[in-house]
């Protein structure tokens, strides 16, 4: 299978697009000829998680071989890297509301579903493709994406990682897990700006042809682990591949029957993912995009303007604290009917004026698939006590505003109580203390594992090991950085590993 630029026509391998994450022309790589409706319930029938992955990846990576993505699969989504052998449970809290707990994974966040299987890709992408460089992974984080990269690509031979995230936009937990992180090919930064900061700066470097032929010269070149990075994006859909199998295997819908999802997003790959599942021929729906008090995605499925000319917040669901969403350029492809030279129009536009704006006929295509709604943080903690009052069930806040936005179309929409929803859950509760704690009125500790000690003997709910092994590890990276220092920062991590 080939893949094409959003914003160009040419096109590259699948293990290119794996390797180089972002096209030259600053657009993101997607598949020439879409795998439109090649999935259906028989193909998913009865398999386990390793086995709908082998699958659903087949269809999208075809160039390795069936023994090969198996091999990968089984060793990405094994017990060592996951807590449950079932790796994306289905929790029902209702009848016709089914919680897709993604937070199962070494890191307790819903990117470890793609990240554990992503450096298995990349490598095996540099083989295919011949690459002698060393690879060197930049990834910008709101809080989430930094902690999985730095676990899937620790230690993994001839690759290199280097995280940035904002100093006050990632919780104490985030925080801890990256500067607390181990192996011997890692480097951790904080800046001092927000999520947006880092990943527009990162998204100029990867087409600054100036650095990359500096940082060649030494033997090194660069990738992303960000979900710009077809390979971040592909695992993903897996989940809701299994979901829908599991749905009906537990008779929750039959196999003709259409639900709908809800996700938390921020940087829109996580609902993307859920779009290209409804593309490959699962009959998923009406697709929620919910957001915090950053709403510019609800604006947008609102009136069909994207408009980033407003103010940020710092919320206590900071990994969708982000206005720039880098995957909304691979759903602005599709909405124009796959119009490279539309959607490089728009992308001229968002960076000249801010915004953007899509014409009556895309926005019939918008609205036929997704709707929005955003949840203040007041509301995302009553949400959490009433679900955890109700039904017993700790949501973390990322969760709490899927929630939310689900109440909130229902009351817009009551038609679609009748119709099965599954809420996407992208993180466990204990990464975020002290929002749970004034949540559910539990007395806040003097530090975030006293918190979490208090929840605990509260709710029930076990300290995750991974979490609770953090306590007596040593801070190794804690350097704060003006975001106008990031180029040097990365030259200077080059510097310590190339020849």
């Known amino acids: 299978m080939n893949y094409t630029s959003t914003r160009g026509t040419v096109a590259v391998n699948e293990t290119y697009a794996l390797l180089h994450g972002l096209a030259e022309d600053g657009g993101l790589y997607v598949p020439s000829l879409f795998p439109t409706n090649c999935l259906t319930y028989n193909d998913v029938k009865d398999k386990n998680y390793q086995e709908v992955a082998a699958v659903v990846l087949a269809k999208l990576f075809p160039c390795f071989s069936v023994a090969h993505l198996n091999e990968m699969i089984n060793s990405a989504y094994s017990d060592a890297n996951f807590s449950t052998r079932d790796i994306a449970p289905l929790h029902s809290i209702l009848e016709k509301v089914s919680v897709l707990e993604l937070f199962h994974g070494?890191?307790?966040?819903?990117?470890?579903?793609?990240?554990?299987?992503?450096?298995?890709?990349?490598?095996?992408?540099?083989?295919?493709?011949?690459?002698?460089?060393?690879?060197?992974?930049?990834?910008?984080?709101?809080?989430?994406?930094?902690?999985?990269?730095?676990?899937?690509?620790?230690?993994?031979?001839g690759t290199h990682i280097q995280v940035f995230y904002p100093t006050d936009g990632v919780s104490p937990m985030q925080a801890e897990q990256m500067q607390k992180q181990e192996g011997e090919n890692v480097n951790v930064t904080a800046i001092h700006g927000n999520f947006d900061d880092a990943q527009q700066f990162l998204k100029r470097l990867f087409v600054d042809k100036a650095t990359a032929e500096e940082v060649a010269a030494k033997g090194v070149m660069f990738s992303s682990a960000n979900s710009i990075n077809i390979g971040r994006l592909a695992p993903q859909v897996v989940y809701y591949v299994n979901a829908y199998a599991e749905l009906v295997a537990q008779g929750a819908i039959h196999e003709d029957e259409a639900f709908n999802v809800v996700v938390p997003t921020g940087n829109f790959g996580n609902i993307l993912a859920a779009y290209y599942a409804k593309k490959m021929g699962i009959p998923i729906?009406?697709?929620?995009?919910?957001?915090?008090?950053?709403?510019?995605l609800t604006d947008f499925f609102e009136n069909g303007t994207y408009d980033m000319n407003r103010p940020f917040y710092t919320t206590i669901s900071p990994s969708m604290d982000i206005l720039e969403s880098s995957n909304f350029e691979r759903f602005l492809y599709y909405i124009s009917g796959e119009d490279s030279e539309r959607t490089a129009g728009w992308m001229k536009d968002l960076k000249s004026t801010g915004k953007l704006t899509v014409n009556e006929e895309e926005f019939k295509r918008v609205k036929a698939n997704f709707a929005g709604?955003?949840?203040?943080?007041?509301?995302?903690?009553?949400?959490?006590?009433?679900?955890?009052?109700?039904?017993?069930?700790?949501?973390?806040?990322?969760?709490?505003?899927?929630?939310?936005?689900?109440?909130?179309?229902?009351?817009?929409?009551?038609?679609?109580?009748?119709?099965?929803?599954?809420?996407?859950?992208?993180?466990?509760?204990?990464?975020?203390?002290?929002p749970i704690c004034e949540a559910l009125d539990i007395k806040v500790g003097e530090t975030p594992y006293e918190s979490l000690d208090n929840i605990s003997a509260v709710t029930g709910v076990a300290f995750p090991k991974q979490l609770e092994a953090l306590q007596s590890k040593p801070l190794r990276f804690t350097k704060a950085i003006d975001k106008e220092n990031m180029k040097q920062e990365i030259l200077d991590f080059v510097n310590t590993f190339s020849k």
């Open 285 to 296: 729906g009406k697709l929620v995009c919910a957001s915090n008090q950053n709403n510019v």
């Open 373 to 434: 709604a955003y949840v203040s943080d007041e509301e995302t903690k009553a949400i959490i006590q009433q679900v955890y009052n109700s039904y017993g069930y700790v949501m973390d806040p990322h969760t709490a505003v899927a929630m939310g936005a689900y109440m909130k179309e229902l009351e817009k929409h009551p038609e679609d109580g009748a119709r099965h929803t599954v809420i996407a859950s992208t993180a466990h509760p204990f990464k975020f203390p002290t």
């Open 106 to 157: 070494r890191t307790q966040a819903f990117k470890d579903m793609a990240l554990s299987l992503f450096p298995y890709l990349l490598v095996a992408a540099k083989e295919a493709e011949g690459e002698k460089k060393e690879v060197l992974i930049l990834t910008a984080t709101s809080g989430d994406t930094g902690k999985a990269a730095l676990e899937g690509f620790k230690d993994v031979p």
